[in-house]
């Protein structure tokens, strides 16, 4: 598809990304990616969210993420059932199959990070978080193929779902400011020295 489209990969995982936030396309790991549903009624209502371009400064872009994701987290808390936390869990589950492949890793962490966006229960702010995950995505692949940054992001995720197991919004809140912390610090030190 990318060749066929004179675009990279990132361009072609971004934009699926993006469809399958809004729940457009469905990527199960192992299997094809399907069209979930036909209904691009967020395309055609012309509904707007926020452009966010390499223009923008990392930690404004960081800064709206965490607002936005903290929300979302503790209202995923509040909201939280079986089906999710098995959902969650699944995820961990592909993660961990994941071993060092980053791009593998990549998919199944913005299907996590789309699963309590979701659970949230505001689609607008679910949208426009997902807008803040795929900024600057196509570094995180080499982030992510450092050592140990899986396994790191996995060790956060764990917290994350351990806290909305137990509906603990302030354990949720915590362990959502630490990953994504780390993440906005790593991605600032990989820009930093690529610069150099």
Known sequence: ??????????????????????????????????VASADTGAFAAGRTVPAIGMHNDLSSVY??????????????ANLVDAALLNELQGSLDAQRACGGDAVRFLLCDRDFHSLIYQAGGNEILSDTAMILYN???????????????????????????????????????????????RIHETTRAFLKAKMT
């Not at 469809?19 to 990527?27: D, F, N, P, Q, S």
């Not at 570094?139 to 956060?156: L, T």
């Open 63 to 76: 800064e709206a993420r965490l607002l936005i994701e903290r929300y979302l987290a503790r209202r995923a």
């Open 135 to 181: 900024h600057l995505l196509e570094f995180r692949r080499r982030i992510v193929s450092s050592p140990g940054a899986i396994q790191q992001s996995i060790a956060e995720h764990t917290a994350i779902v351990d806290a909305l197991g137990q509906r603990d919004a302030d354990a949720v809140e915590r362990a959502v400011t630490a990953h994504t912390n």
């Open 1 to 34: 598809m990318a060749a066929s489209l004179s675009v990279s990969r990132e361009t072609v995982r971004g934009a699926i990304g993006i469809l399958a936030g809004h729940g457009i396309l469905r990527v199960t790991h192992g299997a094809r990616t399907a």
